[in-house]
């Protein structure tokens, strides 16, 4: 299969704009130390530049606002965008209301869209996913908050925790077990919530590694939530009742495309400071650049780097030619190899700059502490490497004797060539 991720050069010239507007523009912002106010006040008219670029939202159809460009131009667009945290959010694709505006705009009713899907997409609302459970972890099924059917409305309680976004949301997109009866995977239902709903208990911002400390933020953290006795209408319900883990899997898909594309750009930025560092600092009598260690540092940087690139952008190209629902071994790939070049060129970056790579005077230390959540959120490494195994596996079948093994293959070779071998006998 051969795999095309060219683009036309009307778009190249959209991707040289962004990684100029990106690095002028939005990079410089880390340095300063801003309330939300100030910050809103500073990108808004970023964001009207985006928006007259055609680049806002990108991520959805033209028809509700976006670029309509496919997984691999996205991916392409994230790489620029990873360089810096808040160029997501200037651009209309941060998370997670980038993903929440694709989970409406595949679920949603026409009415739903129009009262939370369209003023997301505008920025005028801002969204948050509450799933996660401190008893479930990683495996979806266990899910145990509830929403019972009363009347015209549903009643949800339970707990939920790392709903990021969630103390800065106006609205909720809850997963819930509507359906306990049912088989596991379509026990769940996902049903909107507005936050200043009574019950919802949003109970604290979590502190974490990237955010260690309560403070104001200019993003939402990842909040602890207690739904007790929630009411809502049941035409909050998002598609049909059991279509929860159905839609969070279409939701997934290409969130994940752009994380690891995100990802690229974070790691080819810190690239940049390791080789610039490597040229510069001098010790026992040559540049740093001179030790085969900080080149093998260098190379193996280089190496991770392009196979993450292309692995990220295969699966984009095979999502975008057949659909996502083909490409699961391929984003699951990209998931733990992605979180793991991030994490290694960081590592290496700082251990380049020694203790001032550890300082708050660079930016690898932040770098390294949001790295550290790749390799956990949108699904551990682990439960992804398992996938793919399995995946892969199911394309072998068991036999008594290997495939490979040389002396049943001679017999069978002897066999399949015995008149050429029986001649050439017979002349010697």
Request: a negative charge; hydrophobic letters at 40%.
């Amino acid at each position: 299969m051969a795999w095309d991720f060219s683009t036309e050069p009307e778009f190249e010239a959209k991707l040289a704009w962004m990684r100029e507007f990106v690095r002028e523009e939005i990079i410089p912002l880390e340095t300063l130390d801003l309330d939300p106010a100030t910050f809103d006040r500073i990108t808004a008219p970023m964001k009207e530049q985006v928006k007259e670029q055609g680049l806002w939202a990108a991520h959805l159809e033209p028809e509700l606002g976006g670029g309509g460009f496919g997984q691999v131009k996205l991916g392409l667009m994230h790489e620029v965008l990873g360089q810096c945290r808040f160029a997501p959010g200037v651009f209309g694709n941060n998370a997670p209301d980038s993903g929440n505006a694709e989970l409406l705009a595949l679920g949603a009713n026409p009415e739903q869209k129009d009262r939370w899907m369209h003023p997301l997409l505008r920025g005028e609302l801002r969204s948050s996913f509450s799933m996660t459970e401190p008893g479930a972890g990683a495996d979806p099924t266990m899910l145990s908050t509830r929403a019972v059917r009363d009347g015209d409305e549903y009643v949800i309680n339970g707990h939920k925790w790392f709903s990021s976004n969630a103390s800065i949301a106006d609205f909720l997109i809850v997963m819930v077990v509507t359906e306990p009866e049912a088989p596991p995977h379509s026990r769940m239902s996902m049903i909107v919530v507005p936050t200043d709903t009574p019950g919802v208990n949003i109970l604290r911002d979590i502190p974490v590694m990237n955010h260690p400390t309560h403070y104001p933020q200019l993003d939402g953290g990842h909040a602890e939530i207690i739904y007790t006795d929630v009411r809502v209408p049941a035409e909050n319900l998002i598609g049909n009742p059991g279509d929860g883990f159905k839609l969070a899997q279409q939701r997934l898909g290409p969130g994940r495309i752009h994380h690891a594309m995100r990802w690229l750009g974070q790691s080819k930025r810190a690239f940049d400071m390791l080789c610039e560092r490597a040229v510069s600092r001098e010790t026992h009598g040559s540049v740093l650049a001179d030790k085969q260690m900080i080149q093998d540092f260098v190379a193996t940087s280089a190496a991770e780097m392009a196979a993450a690139r292309l692995l990220t952008l295969q699966a984009a190209w095979v999502m975008d030619t057949v659909g996502a629902a083909n490409a699961r071994i391929e984003i699951g790939m990209i998931k733990y190899w992605g979180a793991k070049v991030l994490h290694d060129v960081i590592d290496r970056a700082i251990q380049v700059h020694g203790s001032l790579g550890f300082t708050g005077d660079l930016p690898l230390e932040q770098m390294y502490r949001d790295a550290r959540a790749a390799r956990i959120y949108d699904g551990p490494d682990e439960v992804h490497k398992a996938t793919v195994a399995k995946r892969l596996l199911r394309g072998y079948t068991p036999v008594t004797v290997p495939t490979e093994h040389i002396p049943t293959r001679r017999d069978e070779a002897r066999k399949k060539f015995a008149d050429q071998l029986e001649a050439v006998t017979a002349n010697r």
